[in-house]
């Protein structure tokens, strides 16, 4: 059919680099459907999910939640069996996944490092395999809160593979990554507004290794959304009370969204005209 036909030719027409980002992508729908899902934090609203893997604004694989889960590993949730279904797609080994605190657990990653894959993202503090001893608890107290601002804390798995760490900012993040052999501090600059000198000046900072790379490498999904966006098919005035349509909408977008980005890339070869 045409998801079919739009995920083959998606995977056809582009070799994946090494970073790749997996989240969710939701289709709105207003009408009535047997598989259609209640979706609060979502912009679109209600409609139907995907889980998809995309490299840098283009959308690789997914695959659609209301779809049977395919079973590629026994003892796994079906999230993770829909996300190690899309890391199986790739052809080459040791591609980095990134992701967020929905899929992120020390057993999904021991699980992607079995199939030649690495992964980091943010992790719940509880109920994930994050080692009790990085955990770290809010406080609202402002001396307790002064006093935990920069604690780093940092574990290893008995195995070598997967780091656990978390760093206490405005609130407690914590981390579990497969991708990094080591945690450390980077210097960082950006430009900010001077009020009083009325001038852009330079405010130097550091961050951990692993958040930046993080920051840098998460939004892959969020990029195929904004690219969504700049082709959207349907507008507000379009009713969509078929469950098909706005599937059928979301294929040309994400087609006319992949193929710009294939544009660039042949751009910055110099191939195209």
Known sequence: ?????VLKNSKSNWVPG???????IDIGFQGRCAFKDKIKYKGEGDGFL???LCDSGYMYTCHFRHDPCPTVQK??????????FLAEQLESDWNTIWFDNMFNSKNFLDWLYARKKLGCGVCRAYGRGLPGCVVQSPVTRKVELEAAVGIV??????DFKVLALSIYGSKPVHMLTSHHSEVKLIGKERKIWDAAESRLTTLNFTRLNVIDDYNYNMNGVDVVDQLRNQYRCNDPWMRQRKWWFPIFLWCIEVACGNAYRCYQEMCKKGLAE
Request: glycine share 0%; hydrophobic share 30%.
């Open 50 to 52: 995907a889980d998809s």
């Open 153 to 158: 804390k940092v574990a290893r798995s008995s």
């Open 18 to 24: 090494r970073h790749l980002s997996l989240d969710e």
């Open 75 to 84: 003892d796994a949730s079906p999230l993770h069996n829909r996300c190690l």
């Open 1 to 5: 059919d045409l998801i079919d036909h």
